[in-house]
């Protein structure tokens, strides 16, 4: 087989891989995606997830634009019963739970770009429904389909970009010429 020449190669095809696969797509470059299950078992972990946390301070302004036929009245019982969960929230949420071991630089970049991240993929094609009234007030929307749908739309959204996705194929070494590539 020939070879085949490359912007970017990602390794792995749950959703950061995907994630880092179309966005690199959608900036131009060639990307090849090398997924070590079968094409039928793909998708990794992200498959069997259904819940995002990420940074919000407005019901009309960041969680309505992700829900597609939210209407007035939601918004207004949304607003009744739940309360932002700001970034600020979110940080500290994750420093109790992994007991002030996350890295801070790290952590801080994560939460600034959640809620940016859920629009992102919301420009995907991507689609909260609500959840308000069941999961608590500050878990208010979660992603429509789960993460199979999540997968599935990403895959989707990979072979329109012209992703070349690799399926049965382990990446075992990372081989750099002299200039480093």
């Not at 992102?120 to 500050?138: F, I, V």
């Not at 878990?139 to 990403?154: E, Q, Y």
Request: proline share 3%; hydrophobic share 45%; with cysteine.
């Amino acid at each position: 087989e020939a070879q085949a020449a490359y912007d970017v190669v990602v390794i792995g095809a749950g959703n950061a891989g995907l994630a880092a696969s179309i966005s690199a797509a959608q900036s131009g470059a060639r990307v090849a995606m090398l997924e070590k299950a079968a094409r039928d078992l793909r998708g990794g972990n992200s498959y069997f997830t259904s819940d995002y946390r990420f940074g919000w301070d407005s019901v009309e302004d960041d969680i309505a634009p992700l829900v597609p036929g939210i209407t007035a009245a939601e918004i207004a019982d949304m607003k009744d019963i739940a309360r932002p969960y700001t970034n600020a929230d979110f940080y500290d949420d994750v420093m109790r739970v992994c007991s002030g071991r996350s890295d801070p630089a790290l952590l801080e970049v994560v939460v600034n770009e959640s809620l940016p991240a859920m629009k992102w993929l919301r420009s995907l094609g991507h689609e909260w429904a609500t959840c308000y009234k069941l999961a608590g007030k500050s878990m208010v929307v979660n992603l429509n389909g789960g993460g199979a749908r999540l997968s599935d739309r990403g895959f989707a959204v990979a072979d329109k970009l012209r992703v070349d996705i690799r399926y049965a194929n382990v990446a075992r070494e990372l081989l750099r010429d002299a200039k480093g590539r």
